[in-house]
T-cell receptor
């Protein structure tokens, strides 16, 4: 186990609703990255937070937003859910931004939008 | 656009055989690659990495080969075990240390 936890494990939402996913980093890690993994695809980078500030963003619309808290845990918020948002959402924690390859992934939250 | 992709979506092998998983990349400026293993219900797990100044790197039962001329990587797993069954991704980190994942290859190991 990596020490990165995510909640909830599974979630079902209706199109147009809003959702908040949570991630607790591995102890000592101050960087969190979020990824979207559609079925049968590789993870796609959404954004990264370092010391509570957004440090980089992938090709996702503004309705995907995030927060990082002083204890380095993090939230991913998605507004106005669309059917294509159905995916596994992964968070990964690491130490610092130059060493983001040393990422430890959580088990993910499976989001289904109906 | 740039992409990282895999040649075969599924690879089936017998326990004890050697497995070879291939990956092609298109960004000629890519200089750092990682192979990840993702088991069912889990997030990706780091296996081995290689930088562009190397052609080969070995780990425990795994070897990664990098051919920059044809922009191709391979992951070789020796004496494949049932516990190796998973989806394997190659990822290109470019200069930002944010991995760009390929689609993945599902490795199925038959006892």
């Amino acid at each position: 186990e990596t020490g990165v936890t995510q909640s909830p494990t599974h979630l079902i939402k209706t199109r147009g609703q809003q959702v908040t996913l949570r991630c607790s980093s591995q102890s000592g890690h101050n960087t969190v990255s979020w990824y979207q993994q559609a079925l049968g695809q590789g993870p796609q980078f959404i954004f990264q937070y370092y010391r509570e500030e957004e440090n980089g963003r992938g090709n996702f619309p503004p309705r995907f937003s995030g927060l990082q808290f002083p204890n380095y845990s993090s939230e991913l918020n998605v507004n106005a859910l669309e059917l294509d948002d159905s995916a596994l959402y992964l968070c990964a924690s690491s130490v610092g931004i130059g060493s983001s390859y040393e990422q430890y992934f959580g088990p993910g939250t499976r989001l289904t939008v109906t | 656009g740039e992409s990282v992709g895999l040649h075969l979506p599924t690879l089936s092998v017998q326990e004890g055989d050697n497995s070879i998983i291939n990956c092609a990349y298109s960004n000629s400026a890519s200089d750092y690659f990682i192979w990840y293993k993702q088991e069912s219900g889990k997030g990706p797990q780091f296996i081995i990495d290689i930088r562009s100044n190397m052609d080969k790197r070995q780990g425990q039962r795994v070897t990664v080969l990098l051919n920059k001329t044809v922009k191709h990587l391979s992951l070789q797993i020796a004496a494949t075990q049932p516990g190796d069954s998973a989806v394997y991704f190659c990822a290109d980190l470019g200069g930002s240390y944010i991995p760009t994942f390929g689609r993945g290859t599902s490795l199925i190991v038959h006892p």
